[in-house]
């Protein structure tokens, strides 16, 4: 089983609106939680954390249910410029470095 | 601030043959990482350094070496070049291990 699964997509959504991506997480040990973003034939820039009481900025929400082992991102009012792939990452307890999911890609339409 | 830079870019080989990613961070982050990523596949980790001075595998180190030069540069080694690790190369360090990552542009390589 996979440290870390999310939904490969794609997601494609017309601007404006509202889209959310799911990340589970094998490990009940995890600690810390990240969404990163990852432009085509780029590297990965860290996009938000995710904190346990959940977080905000701006029009990108990241929400942590840790009885169900899931993270989310919630994107508002979605722009073009939020086309990407969108990758979920986790550090479990005592790990030396993140996991990282594979990524979901999001296509936003005019 | 250049963050995290990487050298080549591009490069193609052919079986057999030997080369070196560079890797070098100037935002005096203590941990450095290389990562592979592949279709379908994510990131995986080849190597790390916690700190300057030591080195440990990652879930792919199998053909690679590394080496901490110092506290700004981790290099990577392919000794005997494989078509299995044609893949884009990822470098990146962080202020601490398992803090957030930032990473370089990153190294396409083809091997032949």
């Known amino acids: 089983r996979k440290e870390v699964e999310q939904d490969p997509g794609p997601f494609n959504v017309p601007e404006g609106a509202t889209v959310a991506f799911n990340c589970t997480y094998s490990?009940?040990?995890?600690?810390?939680f990240f969404w990163y973003r990852q432009d085509c034939r780029k590297e990965p820039k860290l996009l938000m954390s995710?904190?346990?009481s959940g977080n905000e900025d701006g029009r990108f929400t990241a929400q942590l249910n840790r009885a169900s082992q899931y993270i989310s991102l919630l994107i508002r009012d979605s722009k073009l410029s939020d086309s990407a792939t969108y990758l979920c990452?986790?550090?479990?307890?005592?790990?030396?470095?993140?996991?990282f999911g594979t990524g979901t890609r999001l296509t936003v339409i005019p | 601030n250049a963050g995290v830079t990487q050298t080549p870019k591009f490069q193609v080989l052919k079986t057999g043959q030997s080369m070196t990613l560079q890797c070098a961070q100037d935002?005096?982050?203590?941990?450095m990482y290389w990562y592979r990523q592949d279709p379908g596949m994510g990131l995986r980790l080849i190597y790390y350094?916690?700190?300057?001075?030591?080195?440990d595998k990652g879930e792919v180190p199998n053909g690679y070496n590394v080496s901490r030069l110092n506290k700004r540069e981790f290099s990577l080694r392919l000794e005997s070049a494989a078509p299995s690790q044609t893949s884009v190369y990822f470098c990146?360090?962080?202020?601490?291990?398992?803090?957030?990552?930032?990473f370089g542009p990153g190294t396409r390589l083809t091997v032949l």
């Open positions: 990146a360090s962080s202020e601490w291990q398992g803090s957030m990552e930032y």
């Open positions: 490990n009940s040990a995890s600690q810390s």
């Open positions: 995710v904190y346990s």
């Open positions: 990452v986790v550090r479990q307890t005592g790990a030396n470095n993140l996991f």
């Open positions: 935002m005096n982050h203590n941990s």
């Open positions: 350094s916690a700190s300057e001075g030591t080195t």
